[in-house]
């Protein structure tokens, strides 16, 4: 497990709120936030002002706006990753859309995409950093590529990420409030009943086991989160479903379908890659595990992102092909399926 796909998405960026104390003089607020927030500096409050990230009273204001007794401020930050040398790495990447503000990719499976512990070649940042060395900031390590979201190692499919402090901040502020549209292919065990529902559940890491979560319905643990979902194709033991995220917790998706009973396709950290639904007929046990030769991973793909740009507000949706080895499942699933009386 990689320390990468352990980030809470909504830990990208934070939150702060603070309400003036009633005998406090005339300060302006980057002065006033600069020294009520550890490790910042005034030049990243500035950006997040400029960027309409700052409240007071609920209305953006600029750096040099004075904060007055009672006045309530709130913030919301890009929270960047933990400080790794990044090296610029020649490898391919599939770009959807690029512009001066931000680039979308479709990200391969198997490519981490920060630099982490166990994991600090290779990765996509590592790669977009080769994409970006002919511009002047990002070939002087000045910037970086700004992550806003982030998708797990084995999960393929659609990323923004900003090539400014401008866009950066703008982009986290849409996730943070959830103005963005998010949605996901998933292969799953089994036929969730209702075919179209919501999965409520706080997510946080498992009590025995640090390097995965689960789902606290009593709230005890974790964070809010809520996967809307679809069935798209019943495939007979599996079946095919879109989800909508509203919120971004790490392997939320996983974890949400794991805890109903219908875990993703040959997930192994959440008991999809043990055969859960068919019969005991040798020809079928081999035939799912020749699917899990075929897809060695969980089956999982961010197909579509929504999003308004940083800079020219623009509502901006990208779409995105299931990669080659769900096909090939889903096709595969088709055919038996389509032969046989698959149903008990």
């Given amino acids: 497990m990689e320390e990468e796909e352990l980030v809470d998405q909504q830990e990208l960026y934070e939150h702060h709120r603070f309400k003036v104390d009633p005998g406090q003089s ?27 990230n700052i409240l007071v009273n609920n209305k953006p204001v600029k750096p040099n706006y004075k904060v007055k007794p009672d006045d309530i401020v709130q913030i919301v930050l890009p929270n960047p990753p933990r400080e790794v040398e990044l090296i610029a790495e020649e490898i391919p990447i599939n770009i959807v859309y690029e512009d001066d503000d931000v680039i979308v990719v479709n990200k391969q499976p198997g490519m981490v995409v920060h630099p982490a512990y ?6 996509l940042v590592n790669a977009l950093m080769w994409h970006f060395k002919d511009l ?3 070939s002087t390590g000045e910037l970086r590529p700004g992550l806003v979201h982030r998708i797990d190692k084995n999960t393929s499919g659609i990323l ?3 090539k400014n402090e401008l866009s950066l901040n703008r982009l986290s502020r849409q ?6 549209d998010r949605r996901y292919i998933a292969l799953v065990w089994g036929t969730p009943d209702p075919p179209e529902g919501i999965i409520h559940g706080h997510v946080g890491r498992n009590l025995r086991d640090r390097k995965i979560m689960q789902v606290f319905p009593d709230g005890s643990h974790g964070k809010p989160a809520t996967t809307h979902y679809k069935i798209i194709e019943d495939l007979g033991y599996i079946s095919m479903v879109e989800c909508k995220l509203e919120t971004g917790r790490t392997h939320q998706i996983r974890v949400h379908f794991s805890h109903i009973k219908h875990p993703l396709f040959n997930d192994y950290e959440y008991g999809g890659d043990q ?10 046990q081999q035939f799912v595990k020749n699917c899990f030769g075929i897809l060695p991973r969980q089956a999982l793909h961010a197909k579509s992102l929504t999003f308004d740009h940083p800079v020219s507000g623009n509502r901006m949706s990208f779409d ?8 090939q499942i889903i096709e595969k699933w088709r055919n038996y399926t389509s032969e046989r009386d698959f149903k008990n």
């Fill in 26 to 52: 005339l300060l302006r607020i980057d002065k006033y936030l600069f020294s009520r927030l550890e490790n910042i500096s005034r030049t990243r409050i500035q950006n997040a002002a400029n960027a309409g």
């Fill in 118 to 123: 166990g994991n600090y070649t290779g990765t």
């Fill in 136 to 138: 002047p900031l990002f």
């Fill in 160 to 162: 923004v990420i900003a």
């Fill in 175 to 180: 996730f943070y409030e959830r103005t963005t």
């Fill in 275 to 284: 055969i859960l639904k068919g019969t005991t007929f040798v020809k079928y």
């Fill in 320 to 327: 995105s092909w299931l990669p080659e080895d769900m096909l």
